[in-house]
């Protein structure tokens, strides 16, 4: 088979599966959701106060958001590992290579799209609620914040479905990566700060700041925050090619 023929085959999988799609969804509904609700409420006084940074604000909802396309990533994988399914998978494409990179191009693609709509989407509905404190995709960054937050979420996505053929287990998963993303920066920030701001979700997000602290550029962050997802992604072709199915 051909990999776009594959590819095809792994996107029919994920418009199928409801509980998949549902997340792949969620990325969208949730983000825009948190944004209307804390810029509706408070957004005005967040522009207010000194040395508040318009874009992290903006896009603000992503934190949330990049949680649903962890989700994503982990449950369109792990479908792989209930009764039997990769053994059929692998049936109908031998290749486990192949097969491996269809996958994870299926979804991390899924992702890119979804969540470059979710973030253009919560930046231009966010500034519908800070009237004279709004600001608009000309305003220096905010268009590199806009398409940097889909492309977080994406590498976001890829991390967790690497991690998962790596454990088999999207429950492993989520129970390691979202106390890695919520508690532990803010736990270990004063003791070290240093290593902190390499984590994933730090580094990614670094493209989502007006001006980013801490020697990572946005770019650059988003950078490291590849190296995570591709670290993750050989590791699970390395499980997937070597493992038993």
């Known amino acids: 088979m051909t990999l776009t023929a594959v590819l095809h085959s792994e996107w029919i999988k994920i418009r199928s599966i409801r509980s998949i ?3 792949l969804m969620a990325v969208l509904a949730t983000t825009l959701a948190i944004t209307v609700l804390v810029l509706g409420s408070v957004g005005q006084d967040q522009a207010e106060r000194a040395g508040s940074d318009a874009l992290l604000n903006a896009f603000f909802a992503l934190n949330f958001g990049q949680i649903a396309a962890i989700a994503f990533g982990a449950t369109a994988m792990s479908s792989e590992f209930i009764d039997g ?3 059929i998978s692998l049936a109908a ?4 290579s192949l097969f491996y990179t269809a996958k994870m191009t299926a979804i991390g693609g899924s992702v890119l799209v979804v969540g470059l709509v979710t973030s253009f989407a919560a930046f231009l509905v966010g500034q519908l609620f800070l009237g004279e404190h709004a600001i608009g995709l000309g305003h220096p960054g905010a268009l590199r914040a806009a398409f940097g937050g889909g492309i977080y979420l994406a590498l976001m996505a890829l991390l967790a479905a690497g991690l998962t053929a790596l454990l088999r287990s999207a429950v492993a998963v989520l ?5 890695l993303l919520l508690i532990v920066p803010f736990v270990f920030v004063d003791v070290a700060g ?8 730090r580094a990614g997000q670094a493209v989502l700041h007006q001006n980013p602290e801490g020697g990572l550029g946005p770019w650059t962050g988003l950078a490291v925050a590849a190296v995570w997802a591709a670290a993750a992604l050989l590791a699970g072709w390395w499980a997937v090619r070597n493992r038993d199915a």
């Open 175 to 179: 129970s390691l990566l979202i106390p």
């Open 93 to 96: 494409v031998p290749r486990r």
């Open 85 to 87: 399914a990769l053994r």
């Open 21 to 23: 799609y549902g997340s």
């Open 194 to 201: 240093a290593v902190v701001r390499y984590l994933p979700d």
